[in-house]
């Protein structure tokens, strides 16, 4: 990213932090004043987390996708993943359950913590109502429409789980990536090294991965999976 988006980058990401936008769950393992306090912190210095630009970088690919995006292929896509009649919000849901579970006391000493990106919003009401009949627990770490915000988010929480906690040093972040149409970025993308080890997951449909990312450079501690 050149530095005058940089530059540009830096007002916008604070503007989110103001109006206090990141999706945080009450009891969550983050929601304590102390990594309250390192988000805000993180917040400063958050561009060089992740090199990109959001608004410019996804799009809907085309190609061998092409089919997926008319309304009908939605529709049907709605139906093979369960949400046609009660929204998108409970897929999400669903979903990052699922990705969840198998993590549950799965390595003596090894704590997962998962959080969700999806470039749109309108999910968010469905999504918060059955969480609050379903929590999914301390380990979720929220969500969020902004995939920077989400890593700002990630970064702090583990400077924050490293100086306050014993034993996590080996703790594992996910970001869960559901959605319903085909997103690529086509702008190269690096992680910042505070993020890993990290697990990323995206939706699949029919045999075809629906997440893309451009890599700049792939840590041997990332992970990618589509579900």
Known sequence: MAYKEME???????EIIEQKEIRVVSNAFNSTPEFITYFQTAAVGAVPLILLDIAQSIKRIGAS?????DELAISN???????ADNGFGIYVHRFVQNEMAPVEG???GESHFFYVWNSDTDWYPDFERRQKENPL???????HHDLATICVRMRADRQT?????????????HIIIPTYYPIAMETPIIFAAELFPLTITGSRHRGTDLVWFNLARIHW???????
């Open 8 to 14: 540009k980058a830096i007002p916008k990401l604070l």
């Open 65 to 69: 996708l092409d089919a997926i995006k």
């Open 77 to 83: 896509m709605a139906k093979a993943q369960g949400w």
């Open 106 to 108: 799965r390595t003596m």
């Open 137 to 143: 627990g301390p380990n979720f770490g929220g969500y």
């Open 161 to 173: 789980l490293l100086a306050t906690s014993e034993g996590n040093n080996n703790a594992v972040f």
């Open 221 to 227: 501690c990332t992970a990618f999976s589509s579900e």
